[in-house]
């Protein structure tokens, strides 16, 4: 990357005692790129287009704000800012008439604060003259969002600090403007790419997940973790069969991964998924890789899945229903929210295979079956560490006793479906976390609890497709276990996709 020829202009920008402040270094930006995806030492590309405007940075303020100081989800806070512009509110909200350009930039925006979150926040720090947080919490998030704009995006400077000051005047922090360009104008020269560089990855992880993620892979696969979690995700799509999918490969420009997904590679000008060819066929869904895997790995060892009665649990957003429903079986979809059922219904329809398809709005804890099921799925509600590339804003919502909870739950909802699960039948059992506690160690327990089921081992065919030479990985490990148990990593060999964990087991008695 080039550097900027723009450095940040003085009028609106800039005044005297601000220039004063920053001191003598006011050399132009060596814009920071990691050297590959997920190095820390090196540059995420920018994906979206430039946004010239104060319109999108004010929407992606009010998401991280509703994200980082409120504790909202992200994709709610998103949803919120993007739609409540609409119909007759249109122009009262920071979200109210964006253009599509817009709202991709503010999206990357965003994501790009929350996957570096924890080493923005600690160069930020490192430029103040008093070495502390900034205060109040919204001046900090917009010296990060300008900070993000500055060394991981392909922004020019003068954009970032100009938008930057004139969101701090439009957010009531015009008596800190000074100050604000000072610290601006510092992050543009060398000295503010030094602080960023500097900052630990490490740092940006809770120290507890850390040190669960060591205790449990390694220090090397740990880092390794932390490295491919900050990474930008692909996009990836399940489709209907193996041989659509070489269709489609042809046909969208992307790469076979795994048994029947493909990769699209990251655009700018993507167009939205809903103007993909073979979204409106139904002949694909949006559905992660190592996310696919376990439903495909276990058709691989148990057999065809045609006219199984099957029990998919906590099954929204509904890419293992859809997966299992193609594959003939009769499929019971059991979810808590209703709203993220009417999803599942509605992919269901456009696949085709609604008549496979029933869908229960129920708690799987109170749920009762009338008969038994050939097969049930349980992709069990989790941390989520797995997904920090697509949903960075775990870290900031999880901490260690919420997953203790969320074992505690998880090992009540397996107890709970055994019993559904007809003898002979088989027990899928997901998460997306990659703590063991949630994923190995969780389904070890059971099976000491539980003398009636046996582990059964995955095993991959010929039919998967990797993704790369495993040798070039910082991690190279086998995807299953010595126990066959099926465990992905964020970005490593052989899917690069989310983490994943995956267990099946064969219920043998009663």
């Known amino acids: 990357?080039?550097?900027?020829?723009?450095?940040?202009?003085?009028g609106a920008a800039g005044d005297k005692s601000a220039d004063k402040s920053a001191g003598k270094n006011t050399g132009k930006t060596t814009r920071f790129f990691p050297k590959a995806e997920g190095d820390p030492k090196g540059p995420l590309k920018a994906r979206a287009p430039v946004a010239e405007g104060l319109s999108a940075r004010m929407a992606a303020f009010d998401v991280l704000k509703a994200v980082v100081i409120n504790g909202a989800q992200l994709d709610h806070?998103?949803?919120?800012?993007?739609?409540?512009?609409?119909?007759?509110?249109?122009?009262?909200?920071?979200?109210?008439?964006?253009?599509?350009?817009?709202?991709?930039?503010?999206?990357?925006?965003?994501?790009?604060?929350?996957?570096?979150?924890g080493r923005?926040?600690?160069?930020?720090?490192?430029?103040?003259?008093?070495?502390k947080a900034i205060k109040p919490p919204e001046l900090r998030l917009i010296a990060l969002l300008a900070m993000t704009q500055i060394w991981l995006m392909e922004v020019p400077d003068y954009a970032a600090v100009d938008t930057?000051?004139?969101?701090?005047?439009?957010?009531?922090?015009?008596?800190?403007?000074?100050?604000?360009?000072?610290l601006l104008r510092r992050a543009t020269c060398e000295d503010g790419v030094k602080a960023f560089q500097a900052a630990s990855l490490s740092g940006h992880y809770p120290a507890w997940l850390a040190k669960l993620w060591r205790t449990d892979y390694g220090k090397d696969a740990a880092d390794a973790i932390m490295n491919g979690s900050v990474s930008e995700p692909d996009l990836d799509l399940t489709c209907r069969d193996a041989a659509m999918r070489d269709v489609y490969a042809q046909k969208l420009d992307a790469l076979?991964?795994?048994?029947?997904?493909?990769?699209?590679?990251?655009?700018?000008?993507?167009?939205?998924?809903?103007?993909?060819?073979?979204?409106?066929?139904?002949?694909?869904?949006?559905?992660?890789?190592?996310?696919?895997?376990?439903?495909?790995?276990?058709?691989?060892?148990?057999?065809?899945?045609?006219?199984?009665?099957?029990?998919?649990?906590?099954?929204?957003?509904?890419?293992?229903?859809?997966?299992?429903?193609?594959?003939?079986?009769?499929?019971?979809?059991?979810?808590?929210?209703?709203?993220?059922?009417?999803?599942v219904?509605?992919?269901?329809?456009?696949?085709?295979?609604?008549?496979?398809?029933?869908?229960?709005?129920?708690?799987?804890?109170?749920?009762?079956?009338?008969?038994?099921?050939?097969?049930?799925?349980?992709?069990?509600?989790?941390?989520?560490?797995?997904?920090?590339?697509?949903?960075?804003?775990?870290?900031?919502?999880?901490?260690?006793?919420?997953?203790?909870?969320l074992v505690a739950?998880?090992?009540?909802m397996l107890t709970h479906v055994?019993?559904?699960?007809?003898?002979?039948?088989?027990?899928?059992?997901?998460?997306?976390?990659?703590?063991?506690?949630?994923?190995?160690?969780?389904?070890?327990?059971?099976?000491?609890?539980?003398?009636?089921?046996?582990?059964?081992?995955?095993d991959f065919s010929d039919k998967f497709a990797a993704l790369g030479d495993e040798g070039v990985d910082e991690l190279s490990r086998p995807v299953i276990d010595s126990s066959g148990y099926f465990r992905a990593l964020p970005a490593a060999y052989p899917l690069r996709g989310d983490g994943f964990f995956a267990a099946l087991l064969k219920k043998n008695k009663e």
Request: aromatic letters at 6%; glycine letters at 10%.
């Open 418 to 458: 055994a019993s559904s699960v007809a003898v002979g039948g088989y027990l899928l059992y997901c998460t997306c976390s990659l703590q063991k506690q949630e994923g190995e160690k969780q389904i070890d327990l059971f099976l000491e609890r539980n003398a009636s089921f046996s582990a059964e081992r995955f």
């Open 256 to 343: 076979p991964v795994g048994f029947a997904g493909l990769r699209l590679p990251k655009a700018a000008d993507r167009p939205p998924i809903t103007d993909l060819e073979g979204y409106e066929e139904g002949d694909w869904w949006v559905q992660d890789a190592a996310s696919a895997a376990p439903v495909a790995l276990m058709a691989a060892r148990i057999g065809d899945l045609s006219g199984k009665r099957i029990l998919d649990v906590c099954a929204a957003p509904g890419g293992k229903t859809l997966q299992l429903a193609v594959a003939g079986a009769d499929v019971t979809a059991l979810d808590i929210s209703a709203g993220r059922m009417r999803r």
């Open 345 to 405: 219904e509605e992919n269901a329809d456009r696949i085709g295979v609604q008549n496979r398809v029933n869908v229960v709005v129920a708690d799987v804890l109170t749920y009762e079956c009338d008969k038994p099921f050939d097969v049930v799925v349980l992709d069990a509600p989790c941390t989520a560490t797995g997904t920090l590339r697509r949903n960075p804003d775990v870290l900031l919502h999880k901490a260690l006793g919420q997953m203790h909870e």
């Open 164 to 182: 930057a000051l004139r969101l701090a005047i439009k957010k009531g922090l015009a008596r800190q403007k000074g100050f604000l360009n000072a």
């Open 77 to 117: 806070a998103l949803e919120r800012v993007f739609d409540a512009g609409k119909g007759a509110n249109a122009g009262g909200h920071s979200g109210g008439g964006l253009s599509d350009q817009d709202r991709r930039f503010v999206h990357h925006l965003v994501m790009n604060v929350l996957r570096h979150y």
């Open 409 to 412: 739950l998880q090992s009540r």
């Open 120 to 131: 923005l926040d600690e160069a930020c720090i490192a430029l103040t003259d008093k070495k």
């Open 1 to 10: 990357m080039t550097q900027d020829k723009n450095p940040p202009r003085q």
